[in-house]
């Protein structure tokens, strides 16, 4: 008696371990799914909300997060342009699963949302890359063509994976570009040739602005001798103007300058000289 005791015990406690390890729970923010393994409705799919659900041996609860979800690939991505250079490049992606298209999207890939975003997403990703990639070469990549690419890359995957129920949000490059070693000799040798340009382009400007000062001073100094000579003309236009309107004032001059001895010699006209009071 006590023997079957015991095993009554031990398989109770068989099952109670069972029912333990055999519940998944769906958390707020997800949406489950709860899929038979094994009979005639093996992969059907029972969409079920919020709570503890015991699985047993033959099913099993996916999970999907409804919210915004986030993932940056470790790996780089690797694709080749045009001109059959290949680039490697981190990139991070922003998702959501609608929660009214649970079942489609499971249906669809029978994997839970990790796997598809290891897997699947990835795979897409990769694929569109590739494909944009090819129709552009290395200089028209490094000269703005990344963010061309990435937008198309977006649109594509939106395009493919929107129906089934996973909205892509965004696409982002995470850190640096992996260009082969030509490429970064290339980039630094452009670069350099840049500097080098902008740098003349300075010195030229500067050395014209150097010229345009001088012609600027030549031309203020210039313009001041021309001033000061025609002040200077003018000046003794309007003297010769006042002295032939006023003959008296030069005669007046003379007088203020005559020392009192009258010329030895004299010629010309004889009304140049100063007359004198008469004697007589």
């Known amino acids: 008696m006590k023997f079957l005791k015991g095993i009554l015990l031990t398989v109770a406690m068989i099952f109670a371990a069972s029912a ?138 939106q395009r493919e994976m929107g129906p089934v129920g996973i909205d892509i949000i965004s696409l982002s490059w995470v850190d640096k570009p992996i260009y082969p070693d030509t490429v970064i000799a290339s980039i630094n040798a452009k670069v350099t040739a840049n500097q080098t340009t902008l740098q003349r382009i300075q010195e030229v400007q500067q050395s014209k602005a150097e010229a345009d000062k001088k012609i600027e001073e030549a031309r203020g100094e210039a313009e001041s001798t021309k001033l000061k000579a025609q002040a200077e003309a003018d000046a003794i236009n309007i003297r010769g103007n006042a002295l032939r309107s006023n003959p008296e004032v030069l005669k007046l001059n003379l007088i203020d300058k005559w020392d009192g001895k009258l010329p030895v010699y004299q010629a010309g006209d004889a009304q140049n000289i100063i007359s004198l009071p008469s004697s007589k």
């Open 20 to 157: 333990l390890t055999g519940c998944d729970r769906v958390v707020p923010g997800e949406v489950g799914i709860k899929v038979n393994k094994l009979g005639d409705d093996k992969g059907v799919g029972e969409v079920v909300g919020v709570g503890r659900y015991w699985t047993g041996w033959n099913t099993e609860v996916y999970t999907f997060p409804t919210f915004k979800q986030m993932k940056t690939y470790d790996e780089p991505f690797s694709f080749q342009m045009s001109d059959g250079t290949a680039i490697g490049h981190k990139i991070g992606v922003a998702y959501r699963v609608d929660p009214a298209k649970v079942a489609t999207v499971f249906q669809t890939y029978r994997k839970g949302v990790d796997d598809i975003t290891e897997s699947d997403l990835r795979q897409k990703i990769a694929d569109s890359l590739n494909r944009l990639a090819s129709r552009m070469t290395t200089d028209k990549f490094i000269d703005g063509g990344k963010a061309d690419v990435l937008s198309d890359a977006l649109k594509d995957i």
